[in-house]
């Protein structure tokens, strides 16, 4: 699911990336992209959480952390952009 809402959110980017190309315009084409990414990593934390149930050795274990540990930083780094992009562009 995460992989599909990556795709779908990179093919909207572009689409309205090629759009503003071409009228002109200014738009907010990075962050729409980056609310897209966030919400992928959401979904796919969320399948890593899940996942726990299978969990059988304490290796598995760690290496969910990780990759849980991981995607929240990804996640929080987005977030944290998104929040600088909406400051520099409100006047």
Do not use: N
């Not at 980017?13 to 084409?29: K, Q």
């Not at 897209?36 to 969320?46: C, I, P, R, V, Y």
């Not at 780094?77 to 006047?91: F, G, R, T």
Request: zero cysteines; proline letters at 1%; a positive charge.
């Amino acid at each position: 699911m995460g992989a599909a809402v990556v795709a779908v959110s990179v093919a909207a980017a572009f689409v309205r990336w090629l759009r503003l190309l071409l009228t002109g315009r200014v738009g907010d084409v990075q962050f729409r992209l980056a609310a897209g990414l966030a919400l992928s990593l959401e979904f796919k934390m969320a399948a890593e959480i899940l996942k726990t149930v299978l969990i059988r050795e304490l290796h598995e274990l760690l290496t969910l952390g990780i990759i849980i540990l991981l995607r929240a930083v990804l996640s929080g780094l987005i977030h944290w952009e998104m929040h600088h992009y909406e400051k520099e562009a409100k006047p």
